[in-house]
């Protein structure tokens, strides 16, 4: 026996005691295990929108797929045309470095064209928004026999439950996302849908969240906050997020399945606004108000308890999330806010005098 027989036998004797350890079956169970098995993952194509609240989930998932995952190749197919300068597309070219190829395209338009002759193993769509919208990509997905088909759908599609915090089997609203949901279960696909919350962290190009706090304490103006401010908000750092959505690569108890995407740290309105307040080292004065008396001001979040429970996703998916927010706002939230010029820009609030 030479030496090649001898590593290829041990090779398919690890393949066998992680067949019997998963019970995963053969064919896309068995790929997958093996992959998990190797430690090594084929090719991931990461389809992301031009911005908004999941702007920035493409960036820091193909840093987790490249640096984490060791994933042989990453594409993105960035919607937009051409190149932006704004975040976080601008630091793009810190993917680029890592070797992941971005293909800048109007994704509706010529999306799948412009990826011809490529094949993917994993599909991570941050950018359908229906069923219209998530077909080509679909479609493309189940010729290509990919081990994962992975949607970043919505935690705002839930209804508001009775119970908090809301878990995957609450009643949902039949949205758009909740659309792209079903058509993937119907066409056979690997699925997995993640509802993710309300986002921060660096890199991030929707800062209302945190900057509807950080522009006022930081001007030494009030808070206006709805009702007691007491409700209950998941806040979660964008890693975290995209972190979750990695730990569906060759993981078939991943496949079919909702996953809640937040934190398990909840924090109230009133919390958020002390914990900036003492990151700046200034107080928050906090005024409470009726949302139905000031229909102009514009809260970030609900005024309602509004919160996931991602436990689903810590025993199936294996994960946890690694940050918080009152550890973050003072380790890089407020330097980025600094570094955005955005505490040196003239700001005013005439929506805040009604509350």
């Known amino acids: 026996m030479n030496s090649f027989q001898a590593r290829l036998i041990c090779v398919v004797a690890v393949l066998a005691v992680v067949d019997a350890f998963t019970g995963a079956p053969l064919g896309l169970g068995r790929r997958a295990a093996s992959r998990s098995a190797l430690q090594m993952l084929g090719s991931a194509l990461i389809v992301q929108n031009k911005g908004g609240g999941h702007g920035e989930i493409g960036f820091h998932l193909a840093k987790i797929?490249?640096?984490?995952?060791?994933?042989?190749?990453?594409?993105?197919?960035?919607?937009?045309?051409?190149?932006?300068?704004?975040?976080?597309f601008s630091r793009y070219g810190e993917l680029e470095?890592?070797?992941?190829?971005?293909?800048?395209?109007?994704?509706?338009?010529?999306?799948?064209?412009?990826?011809?002759?490529?094949?993917?193993?994993?599909?991570?769509?941050?950018?359908?928004k229906d069923e219209a919208t998530v077909k080509p990509i679909a479609d493309m997905a189940k010729a290509q026999n990919v081990e994962t088909f992975a949607y970043v759908s919505s935690g705002g599609m839930y209804k508001y439950p009775p119970t908090l915090p809301i878990t995957e089997d609450a009643d949902a609203k039949e949205t758009g996302q909740r659309e792209v949901e079903k058509y993937l279960d119907a066409a056979?696909?690997?699925?997995?849908?993640?509802?993710?919350?309300?986002?921060?962290?660096?890199a991030t190009n929707k800062r209302d969240y945190l900057d509807y706090f950080v522009d006022r304490i930081s001007r030494d103006q009030p808070v206006p906050i709805p009702h007691s401010g007491e409700q209950l908000a998941s806040v979660t750092h964008a890693y975290d997020v995209a972190a979750m959505l990695a730990a569906a690569t060759a993981n078939p108890k991943a496949a079919k399945q909702v996953f809640n995407c937040g934190t398990d740290a909840y924090l109230t309105y009133n919390e958020i606004a002390r914990q900036i307040g003492k990151a700046l080292g200034k107080e928050a004065r906090l005024v409470h108000y009726?949302?139905?008396?000031?229909?102009?001001l514009k809260f970030p979040f609900r005024p309602q308890h509004f919160f996931v429970g991602v436990g689903k996703a810590m025993r199936e998916l294996g994960w946890a999330p690694k940050h918080n927010l009152i550890d973050d706002l003072s380790a890089f939230y407020l330097a980025?806010?600094?570094?955005?010029?955005?505490?040196?820009?003239?700001?005013?609030?005439?929506?805040?005098?009604?509350?």
């Open 97 to 128: 470095a890592l070797g992941c190829e971005v293909v800048w395209c109007d994704v509706k338009g010529e999306g799948v064209a412009r990826l011809a002759g490529k094949k993917f193993d994993y599909v991570f769509d941050n950018w359908s």
């Open 65 to 88: 797929l490249k640096e984490e995952k060791g994933c042989d190749a990453v594409t993105i197919l960035q919607d937009g045309g051409e190149p932006s300068g704004k975040l976080p």
């Open 290 to 296: 009726d949302p139905a008396q000031c229909p102009d």
């Open 336 to 355: 980025d806010y600094k570094a955005l010029g955005k505490d040196a820009q003239a700001m005013d609030f005439p929506a805040d005098p009604k509350a």
């Open 188 to 202: 056979g696909l690997p699925w997995t849908a993640f509802r993710p919350q309300y986002i921060y962290g660096p």
